[in-house]
């Protein structure tokens, strides 16, 4: 099957400060991209989307940022906390089949 | 958001035997679902795509005739895993769409999953 790529693999941060997961796309053909945390033996939880036509959309926490011309989607955390521990999945919805494929994952650990 | 079921939440079986996971959409009417497999610390990949009452669009690699899908109604899809061997144990988790089949903005609700292990 196809996949997004990530940049890392683990990201390891001290609570309390900004985390940033970045997520490579290749098909340029989508037009909309969305952020899952997946705890441990758990369904992918939505955390935040963005439509092709925006750069930037803010949530609770979190930011998400998107560059077309580089194919390249992150997802900012801010003040990130213990509960925040989880693997991230960026995940692109094909505009043509509206398959939503997900990315490799980014396991985040936060330090107490 | 919505909320989408699955049972069992996991199982153990023996193998050649078959096992069969329901995916419900508890509050809405999930006109697509779809399966995904997800092996020990890799990403969800979709197995297949299926739309109420017509028959399920697999992916590259997937084979149909083993991985049974059945989405009789907008509330309930069905995997069944036949002659099922332990390459075969993984973590499958549904997700449902409501709306126009046509909309690729509808958001998809994922099930919590369901953990396969094949003995």
């Known amino acids: 099957g196809e996949s997004v790529g990530l940049h890392l693999p683990t990201l390891s941060v001290q609570e309390g400060d900004n985390s940033i997961i970045n997520c490579a796309y290749s098909n340029s053909a989508s037009d909309y991209f969305i952020w899952y945390k997946q705890e441990s033996g758990k369904g992918p939880q939505f955390i935040i989307d963005?439509?092709?036509?925006?750069d930037k959309r803010q949530g609770q926490r979190v930011t998400v940022l998107l560059n077309k011309t580089v194919k390249h989607l992150s997802l900012q955390i801010a003040a990130t906390q213990p509960g925040d521990s989880a693997v991230y999945f960026c995940a692109e919805r094909r505009s043509n089949t509206g398959k939503l494929i997900f990315g490799q994952g980014t396991t985040l650990q936060v330090k107490p | 958001g919505a909320v989408v079921s699955q049972h069992p939440s996991w199982v153990i079986c023996k193998s050649g035997t078959s096992v069969k996971i329901e995916c419900r959409s508890l509050?809405?009417?999930?006109?697509?679902m779809f399966w995904y497999r997800q092996f020990p610390k890799q990403s969800l990949m979709l197995m297949a795509t299926s739309n109420e009452g017509s028959k399920a669009t697999y992916e590259q690699g997937v084979e149909k005739d083993k991985f049974l899908i059945n989405h009789a109604s907008l509330t309930l899809s069905t995997l069944t895993v036949t002659s099922a061997h332990p390459e075969d144990s993984s973590f499958y988790i549904c997700s449902g769409r409501g709306g126009s089949r046509t909309s690729s903005y509808n958001e998809q609700f994922f099930g919590p999953g369901t953990r396969l292990t094949v003995l």
């Open positions: 509050d809405f009417q999930a006109t697509t």
């Open positions: 963005i439509r092709s036509n925006m």
